[in-house]
């Protein structure tokens, strides 16, 4: 066992992003498409915090960027989740493949 | 402090008049029309007001920078917003939540004129969020349509798809590098694979914006979903700042980068010109057609940024200001003749000359303009692309790409044909034309008609860098 | 002169026909402008003669340069030489021609379209195109000019054609594009090659390098080549004419077929002499083919429009084969084809309209014995079927024996062989201009009806007359028209010769 | 001097008639059309004659040889330096007969067409076309230039055309004027390719330079001419062989002859002047205007134009005895004569004694002129009162037409050989020509001379006697109305009997031959005595057959069985023509150039619009609606794009 | 040397990875849920354990607090909780696998084959400089991003709004 460092947690959050893609790909719930998002966008935050931490522990950009992404996240995902609500609403369904009219 | 406002004029600007929009919302409200007006007169103010009291310079330490040929774009920008407001009157009018609409329209302007002024990846992320976002909220403002929500969640998780994309990029370049600015990154970046990497990461979020084909999927669903004003606010307004900033960043900071930017610049314009005209050729509707021809257009922006030239700069600009004109030219027939008879197909589009010659000869112009006929602007503008291309030799690169204009001129000749030449039993009835659409139609076609002949508008964008 | 009144004359008249408000006011504003564009076309052949006699020997006259897109090198660069000159000639009589055989076009097939205001607009568009094309020096806007003239091709066969008309302007419409495309990477080429200048006179001075030279020449011939229906890429050729209505067949072979063939020589040949010399075979190969392949093509077909579209792939291959022997006389035969061809296929075309419009048919073999309704239009009919079989005194027979003569000054076998061949199809020709003659205007009466028929109206009969009296100014005293010519040839080949 | 304007106007004033009549005939001078042509052509005929009796009597003739003059010498397109078209007046002896010859004959056509064609519909027409053609023959004539020739070569084809053509709603008329104009082009593509190839060798095309350049040995020209070859012939001879083609087009040599017969669908006058006396001989005027290169440099050529000239002869003779249409008897026998002269120029040298072929082909053609000219106006005479060009519907007409009757007998006794009429001394030196230099080509010659008696008498018999004419007499009523067609029509008739009785006495030699020298031509009566026998042999064989209405003709054409059935079908020589054209070229090369063109070429065209569409809906599956779809494709590009910067393009 | 604080780390990047891939791969929503929650909650201890506490509080905050909320409260709107996921295609599975894989493993070996910058030191920022250099205007500020983000959050909070409050639902 090695001494945990950036290479560990680097590990960690692509696996994390990548775990996080897949799941955006195969599943067919939209909420739970929104999860994997939030998979994704935390695995660039332990990307940044890492960086910030190993490698250029006197800046702050990391730091700040995990800021602002956590609150785009919830910015977004608001937003997602109402435009969702409005599907099921309208598709009785929040199942993606129910909802391709638009195609071709 | 006197820097912050005439440097900041445009973002501050647009902030007022979103502030006054919330107010106006929160207090007693206006009726549709007298709030449509004022929120119209506002925009030219607006528009006017950004070719004055210009200057250059950074704030917020590098973050945010401005240069005259930034508020140019951020002018044209206006421009389309403003054109935007005038044709889509009809569906404005209709619309409840019109207040709360051009609220969402000029956040997401807000954040395109921070993006295109950005001296950093963290602000710019930010306003493209911000341009994006509102922009999925707008496309779900036809709120009872199941495809309007539908090219919502399309537009909104696939956006947060690429942010994420994005992001895992950006997040890699800032380990490598240790910063996130743009004037220090060009001294920074040595090329090796995991700044290849980022880059590549970094580069696709704005393919997707620009709807770079294989990152292009979701823009003719969201547009063909939305209502037309949110279709023709993303394919004009978000693809030019897009586009602006795109081609920013590949010259200034990603200049190390050139050889791996080139040619994948080329490969994907290539790529996208055949995607786009390929899916286009076979469209019924209005609306998705014409996000496929937005989608070739692309190809032809990426052809001019490939020159990594100021000729190149100089002829996107031009070529956005044009694609502005013509493309809301075509957006706004589209949305007069969708709004007054509900249809959006081309089929219904048949003898369409007979009953209405001013749309007719606005949407040809149009549409020949798009096809880059001359004399239209278009022609000007999509050969002065080509040029730029051509600045780097690349002979069978721009063969491609003018074998493609043959393309696309079979469909946009499709249209013509149908407006002009086919005959229908029950053509689109006469329309009368509320006297801001004609205006604005008017504008859109003294536009194309003029802009390729005057040639000074070149020169001055031409002048400003 | 001022070249631009060439430009603005069709503007105006265009802009004039848009606003007018009747169809009398459309016809007679379209004939005044294009009388107007005649003299001045006129005006300008004398005005021409009369700086030659005077000893100017610059290369271009009348030159006029104003900045359009200077930091692109792009100007507005007009002038004129003896070959345009020609050209803006033809295009005059072929654009006065065209207007007044439209005189009528509400009543006529064509006419049920309506839009008789945009009917006109469009010609005078493309006229315009042409003037425009024929006077630039500047390749940029000599291109911007070319393509002018692609869209009012399209809709004139659109909207106002006959059969397959859609299909017929959209291959048109694709393919003249798929031309410009080859021309606008070839233009590009040459832009950045020579240092940044689309400018003609510029680039006629500066060296380019050989191998640049072979590789743009195919992109520029054949983007003209399209334009002037070089084979194999003229099968728009005969689909347009037959599905164009009269004015715009007349207009389009009269003039935008011209367009290709002046920039095949004007652009091609004369900027890339290499790139011309090293292809030279190549193009006479191919325009020997089109001459012959055309010509026994023409002997099959049964629709008098297709009979005169064939014979123009057949016709305008002599241009090209001029061109592509690359000899003084021959390239001086070449630009007379152009002008001869362009009369006289106007003027086929005109007189298969009449009788088109009169019989409502173009099946050669549906007519017959026309001579007794239609003395007039029957006599023009012979006139121009004995111009197009290449009767001395008549245009075509001026041409072809020039580039003939031209041709025969390469003493290999090679280029014997091709003339000889060329040569031939002034027997097919023969076969095929008197089969169509004999079986409509000769022959019993096959249709009683057609002994009902009124013969030529004034407008038709003033259009005839003026695009007979170009032929026969060319085929009479062909000097003036070789004198016009020749220097210009010259000037190409010593370019060519690298003098 | 020659007076240029006066000679200049010989062709003009026809030409003044054209466009006169042409363009305002119609409307104004409907009936009066017929006066002006024929007056301007009198005018024409008159200067004609001066200008004849001034070069031959006042300055033509400077020491001893008649001079080429070239009065008149404008240049119409110039090609090159010291290449160029010029339209010009060449005046030499063979020049100024051939004027005298058409204005004279082409006046009597006018006049006599006058009460042929008169009530016709368009008479005006045919007076414009007739001012045409006169004006093209006589500036084909008084060509300077061999382009010069060649431009009224196909001016006086396309006069021929639009003659033959005349009765335009006749399918016959229009097949054969359509024929005649298509064998006649064809032979003239022979005739540009060789202009071509001569003006390559000797760097002008002014008949002057031309033959200077091109007759001396050591001339640059000549040297290097002769370097070029090509099948192992030289490029001059080659060049002389393919204008000898476009001379046998227009002259109807075989086998390029098919279009003459049919060519007497035009009105009877037309063939008397166009296909008989002037347009036909024009092929023998042009190897007679290049004659001396024919003999100097390229004599082999012009031993092939003496055997074509031969088998001419006599292929159309014998066709000639079988033919039942009286036109179309004369048209073979027009054939014929033309091969006489033909070979008559074939079998001739260049200067002195050797050069009577030349002076007796000329001569030939001058007689001939006349005396066929003269045949035709009478058979015109003969249609024009029985309506038929059918010799079974005649006979016996002797009695009806006596002045026709009396013109066609000296007509016929002149082309039969008899003396003293003109044809007798014409033919008499083309046979001493013959005899002199090629013998085989005599006794062909000598055959032909006693077919001709034969089929010329037999045509005057199955005429005038025979069978007695009854047509007319059943109708009283309308014999008495034809008549011979009055003052008009004999009078040519008697004017040009007059030249076929007494022409022959003209001292030709004297003034035409082929170096200008005058030539002494001497008359052997011992020589004389075997082609008049044979020609008097002719004539009594027909005196048998046909003088009375008997059944020896068919029998004759039993025992002949294949021979007579194969010259009464003209040797099937129209049907392989027929099949050529038919079968080869629009079946096998038309057909297939046409579906070659709409099918492949075309087809490449539309494979590609169809492939296009093909392909973008065989991509529709990309957009599939599925917002995850689009997000593999995303994922999939970033990655393969990485992999691609990061592996490939480092 | 295995110290607590490597053992920690192991058993923070377990429950990171595990709860995600639960996260992504269960069929219950609401067990899919709570594995999301318990995943940032590891990622939170990651944050702690690189000693960015107020990253960490934030992360807890925002995402336990905010966001997981949302989404559980959303899946409680939609009716969803009980059911059963419905199963993605087999063929669209193993793509995604491929290219996840694909991607995962092109990074990591950029990753792994790049020299980071290692800094010797190790300053964890204090709450009072983020919050300083937040409202700093001048070179290293942050304020600009701080107003950014304040207008996309009402900008979003309008949208939303909007959206969501849809006055009159329409069955079609």
Known sequence: ?104 | ?465 | MNLLLLIGAPLLTAVAVLLSRNQQQVRWISLAGSVVQLGLAVALLLAFRQETAAGNTEQVFFEMNYPLFSSLGINFHFGVDGISVAMILLTSFVVIAGVLVSWNIENLPAGKAGMTKEFYFLLLLLALGAYGFFISLDLFILFFFLEISVIPKYLLIGIWGSGKKEYSANKLALMLMGGSALILVGMLGLYFTAGHSFDILTLSQTAIPAETQHLLFPFLFLGFGVFTALFPLHTWVPDGHSSAPTAGSMFLAGISMKLGGYGCLRVATYLLPEGAKQYADIIIILSAIAILYGAFATMMQKDLKYINAYSSVSHVGFSLLGIGMLTQTAITGALMQMVSHGLMTALFFAVIGMIYDRTHTRMVNEMGGLMKPLPFISTIFFIVGLCSLGLPGLSGFVAEMTVFMGSWQNDDAFHRIATIAAAMSIVVTAVYILRAIGQTAMGPVKNESFLQLKDAGWNEKLAAIILVAGILAIGIAPGWLNDLLRPAAEEIMNRIAGK | ?650 | MITGSTILFYILAALTLGCGIIAVSTRQIFRAAISLLFSLIGIAGLYFWLEYQFIAAVQIVVYVGGIVVLIIFSIFLTQQAGEKLPKQQTDRKIFAALAVFCGFALSMLQVYQHQFNIAETTVAPTVADIGKKMLTVDDGGYALPFEVISMLLLAAMVGCIVIALRSKPETK
Request: hydrophobic letters at 55%; one cysteine or more; a neutral charge.
């Open chain 1, 1 to 104: 066992m090695m001494e945990p460092g950036l290479y560990h947690i680097l590990f960690i959050s692509a696996a994390l992003f990548f775990i996080g893609v897949y799941g955006f790909l195969t599943r067919r719930n939209l909420i739970t498409m929104l999860m994997s998002i939030e998979l994704i966008l935390n695995s660039v935050n332990l990307n940044f915090i890492a960086f910030n931490k190993y490698c250029w522990p006197g800046k702050l950009d990391g730091l700040f960027f995990t800021v602002f992404i956590i609150a785009i996240a919830a910015a977004e995902a608001a937003v997602a989740i109402a435009i969702i609500i409005n599907l099921y609403r309208s598709h009785q369904s929040i199942d993606v493949e129910n909802a391709e009219d638009l195609k071709y």
């Open chain 2, 1 to 465: 402090m006197n820097e912050l406002l005439t440097l900041m004029k445009s973002e501050l600007l647009v902030t007022a008049i979103i502030f006054l929009l919330l107010f106006i919302k929160i207090g007693k409200g206006l009726k549709n029309e007298s709030l449509l007006s004022l929120v119209q007169v506002l925009l030219l103010v607006n528009f006017v007001l950004g070719f004055f009291f210009n200057g250059e310079g950074n704030l917020f330490g590098d973050m945010f920078t401005t240069t005259p040929l930034i508020a140019f774009q951020k002018s044209i920008l206006n421009l389309a917003v403003y054109l935007i407001s005038l044709l889509c009157a009809d569906w404005l009018k209709k619309t409840q939540h019109l207040a709360e609409f051009f609220l969402l329209m000029l956040s997401a302007l807000l954040g395109m004129f921070l993006m295109i002024s950005s001296g950093n990846l963290l602000i710019f992320y930010l306003s493209l969020e911000l341009a994006t976002i509102p922009v999925a909220a707008m496309a779900n403002f036809d709120l009872d349509k199941k495809r309007s929500s539908e090219g919502a969640m399309k537009m909104i998780l696939s956006s947060a798809f690429s942010s994420g994309i994005l992001l895992f990029g950006i997040s890699l370049l800032y380990g490598t590098t240790g910063t996130v600015s743009f004037s220090e990154l060009p001294g920074l970046l040595d090329g090796s694979p995991l700044q290849v990497l980022a880059f590549v990461f970094l580069f696709t979020a704005f393919a997707f914006k620009l709807s770079i084909v294989p990152f292009h999927l979701w823009t003719a669903d969201v547009y063909e979903g939305s209502p037309i004003a949110v279709t023709a606010f993303l394919s004009v307004v978000s693809k030019g700042a897009v586009a602006f900033i795109f081609m920013a960043t590949l010259f200034k900071v990603f200049q190390p980068m050139l050889a791996t930017w080139y040619i994948m610049l080329v490969i994907l314009a290539v790529a996208t010109m055949l995607i786009g005209n390929l899916f286009a050729l076979r469209q019924q509707n209005i609306k998705r057609f014409l996000a496929f021809s937005s989608i070739a257009q692309v190809g032809f922006i990426l052809a001019g940024i490939s020159s990594n030239a100021v000729i190149g700069t100089t002829s996107v600009v031009y070529f956005v200001l044009i694609y502005v004109f013509s493309n809301l030219a075509s957006f706004g027939v589209a949305a007069v003749i969708s709004e007054n008879t509900g249809k959006e197909n081309i089929d219904d589009y048949k003898g369409l000359y007979k009953t209405n010659p001013f749309l007719s000869w606005i949407l040809a112009l149009a549409l020949f303009s798009l096809a880059g006929i001359p004399p239209t602007a278009g022609f000007f503008g999509k050969l002065f692309l080509l040029t730029a291309a051509g600045s780097t030799a690349a002979y069978w690169f721009i063969t491609v790409a003018a074998l493609n204009m043959i393309i696309s001129l079979f469909y946009y000749l499709r249209v013509v044909r149908a407006v002009f030449m086919d005959k229908n039993e029950q053509p689109i009835e006469k329309i009368k034309i509320s006297a801001s659409v004609k205006m604005a139609l008017l504008i859109c076609g003294a536009g194309i008609v003029l802009l390729g002949l005057l040639s000074w508008v070149f020169e001055h964008i031409e002048s400003l860098q």
């Open chain 4, 1 to 650: 001097m020659p007076n240029a304007t006066t000679i200049a106007l010989i062709p003009l004033l026809p030409l003044a008639g054209f466009i006169l009549l042409g363009l305002f005939g119609r409307k104004y001078f409907k009936a009066s059309s017929g006066i002006i042509g024929t007056a301007l052509l009198l005018i024409s005929t008159i200067l004609a004659l001066y200008t004849a009796y001034d070069y031959f009597f006042v300055y033509g003739n400077v020491n001893g040889v008649y001079q080429k003059f070239v009065p008149l010498q404008l240049t119409w397109l110039e090609f090159s330096e010291g290449v160029s078209i010029d339209m010009g007046l060449l005046i030499d002896p063979i020049s100024v007969m051939m004027l005298v010859v058409v204005t004279f004959v082409s006046l009597m056509v006018h006049i006599y067409s006058l009460g042929y064609l008169k009530g016709e519909e368009r008479f005006p027409t045919y007076y414009a076309f007739l001012g045409l053609f006169t004006f093209s023959m006589l500036g084909l004539v008084v060509a300077s230039n061999i382009f010069q020739i060649y431009i009224f070569w196909e001016l006086v084809g396309v006069s021929s055309f639009l003659l033959i053509g005349y009765y335009y709603d006749r399918p016959s008329a229009v097949a054969a004027c359509k024929k005649a104009f298509i064998v006649t082009r064809f032979a003239d593509l022979g005739f540009l390719i060789g202009i071509l190839i001569l003006a390559f060798c000797s760097g002008t095309l002014d008949f002057a330079t031309l033959i200077e350049r091109l007759t001396s040995p050591e001339s640059n020209e000549v040297k290097t001419s002769v370097t070029y070859s090509f099948l192992g012939v030289s490029a001059l001879s080659w060049g002389a062989m393919l204008v000898f083609i476009g001379g046998a087009g227009k002259s109807a040599m075989f086998p390029l002859h098919i279009w003459l017969p049919d060519a007497m669908e035009g009105p009877t006058p037309v063939s008397a002047l166009i296909h008989a006396a002037t347009m036909v001989v024009a092929g023998v005027y042009l190897v007679a205007r290049l004659f001396p290169i024919f003999s100097i440099t390229t004599p082999a050529v012009l031993e092939l134009v003496g055997w074509v000239g031969a088998v001419s002869a006599i292929i159309a003779a014998i066709i000639a005895c079988t033919q039942t249409d009286i036109k179309r008897v004369l048209a073979y026998s027009t054939m014929s004569q033309i091969g006489y002269m033909m070979f008559s120029l074939g079998v001739s040298g260049y200067g002195g004694e050797a050069a009577l072929g030349y002076t007796a082909s000329m001569f030939h053609l001058f007689t001939h002129a006349m005396f066929k000219a003269l045949l035709f106006l009478g058979a015109g005479a003969v249609i024009h009162y029985v309506h038929s060009n059918d010799m079974k519907d005649m006979g016996g007409l002797r009695k009806y037409l006596p002045i026709t009757h009396i013109t066609f007998l000296i007509a016929c006794l002149a082309i039969a050989g008899v003396p003293p009429f003109a044809g007798f001394f014409s033919k008499e030196e083309i046979l001493l020509a013959a005899y002199q230099n090629n013998r085989t080509i005599y006794w062909i010659a000598l055959i032909t001379s006693g077919l001709t008696a034969f089929y010329m008498f037999r045509l005057y018999f199955n005429i005038f006697w025979n069978k007695p004419h009854h047509a007319h007499g059943e109708n009283p009523a309308t014999a008495g109305r034809h008549g011979e067609g009055g003052f008009v029509m004999m009078m040519p008739l008697v004017l040009l009997a007059v030249g076929a009785a007494a022409a022959g006495f003209i001292p030709f030699g004297e003034f035409v031959s082929a170096d200008g020298k005058p030539l002494v031509s001497h008359f052997h009566l011992n020589f004389s005595i075997a082609p008049v026998a044979i020609g008097l042999a002719g004539i009594l064989i027909a005196l048998w057959f046909y003088k009375k209405q008997n059944d020896r003709p068919a029998k004759l054409a039993a025992s002949l069985g294949g021979l007579y059935k194969a010259a009464y079908h003209k040797f099937y020589i129209d049907e392989v023509y027929l099949f050529i054209t038919k079968k080869i070229l629009f079946n096998l090369v038309g057909r297939p150039a046409a579906w070659f063109d709409r099918n492949v070429v075309d087809g490449m065209v539309n494979l590609t619009g169809k492939a296009t569409q093909e392909v973008s809906e065989g991509i529709k599956k990309m957009q599939s609606g599925k917002v995850q779809q689009y997000a593999i494709y995303f994922l999939a590009g970033v990655i393969v794009l990485a992999a691609l910067f990061i592996y490939v393009w480092r």
